[in-house]
């Protein structure tokens, strides 16, 4: 099963907002609305910030937000902050017990 | 709170063979299916595999790269989740993490464990 696809790099300016895409195919993103989205700082482990496409849960600041539109995910961060510079990965169920994470973006904050 | 503490990484040979574990604290393991997700150095996260709780019947799946030579297996008197990995190729060397999974994600992560296979 092929990774998901995201961007390499996203960059934004503080308090600007920037859009992750992630793009998977109808036997996973398409199909299933188990999308989830994780931050990872570097030397850290992943940090769960988005689940079932866009609810979020308790203790993530309501800044991000997640969305699907057939075989694409997109994570939305709004008011950006220096400490949300990390990298981010996108994961879907894939059907058949299995899960598929995206490559993973970096995102700049400049 | 939840606690995730992964061990038993460390550098093994081509073809050797390795067991990691990870003890969980701050909830009711025994109720909760379990997974093991890596990341290769510089790379990005891949599903390793899962384990389902006994009550749900307590199976595994497993990615694709490992079938066949990876085993998940737990034991919930010691709240203590395992990855045996045997036939280990250069390809598997990565940062192991465990995690918990409900609501359908994988949600509380360990701080992970190293595997490096070489000769």
């Known amino acids: 099963q092929s990774a998901l696809t995201q961007p390499a790099s996203v960059s934004g300016s503080p308090g600007q907002s920037i859009t992750i895409s992630c793009t998977g195919t109808s036997s996973d993103v398409g199909n299933y609305n188990l999308v989830s989205w994780f931050q990872q700082h570097p030397g850290k482990a992943p940090k769960f910030m988005i689940y079932e496409v866009s609810k979020r849960p308790s203790g993530v600041s309501n800044r991000f937000s997640g969305s699907k539109s057939g075989n694409t995910a997109s994570l939305t961060i709004s008011g950006l902050q220096a400490e949300d510079e990390a990298d981010y990965y996108c994961?879907?169920?894939?059907?058949?017990?299995?899960?598929?994470f995206g490559g993973g973006t970096k995102l700049t904050v400049l | 709170e939840v606690q995730l503490v992964e061990s038993g990484g460390g550098l093994v040979k081509p073809g050797g063979s390795l067991r990691l574990s990870c003890a969980a604290s701050g909830f009711t393991f025994s109720n909760a299916w379990m997974n093991w997700v890596r990341q290769a150095p510089g790379k990005g996260l891949e599903w390793v595999g899962r384990?389902?709780?006994?009550?749900?019947?307590?199976?595994?799946d497993y990615a694709a790269p490992v079938k066949g030579r990876f085993t998940i297996s737990r034991d919930d008197s010691k709240n203590t989740l395992y990855l045996q990995m045997n036939s280990l190729k250069t390809e598997d060397t990565a940062v192991y993490y465990c995690?918990?999974?409900?609501?359908?994600?994988?949600?509380?992560w360990g701080q992970g464990t190293l595997v490096t296979v070489s000769s």
């Open positions: 384990i389902k709780s006994k009550t749900d019947g307590g199976t595994t």
């Open positions: 995690t918990t999974f409900s609501v359908g994600a994988f949600d509380y």
């Open positions: 994961c879907s169920y894939g059907g058949s017990s299995t899960w598929v």
